[in-house]
């Protein structure tokens, strides 16, 4: 999720050059407060059904799923 949230960043607020830490810091400020507004949200494509069909070993049934 983190991940996602950087690249959304980078692509939203950070395309630019900005030179000094304190307007970074506005910057990114106000950013998350227009994302949290918004109730923004990641639309997961990859079910654990799909990770399981994929990577298996990582992603084992657990005994709430049996």
Do not use: H
């Amino acid at each position: 999720m983190v991940e996602i949230e950087i690249g959304v960043l980078r692509g939203q607020c950070l395309d630019r050059r900005i030179d000094d830490p304190e307007w970074l810091r506005r910057e990114i400020d106000a950013w998350e407060r227009q994302r949290n507004a918004a109730s923004a949200r990641i639309n997961w494509m990859f079910t654990t059904d799909k990770a399981r069909a994929k990577m298996g070993r990582a992603y084992p049934v657990t005994s709430k799923e049996s």
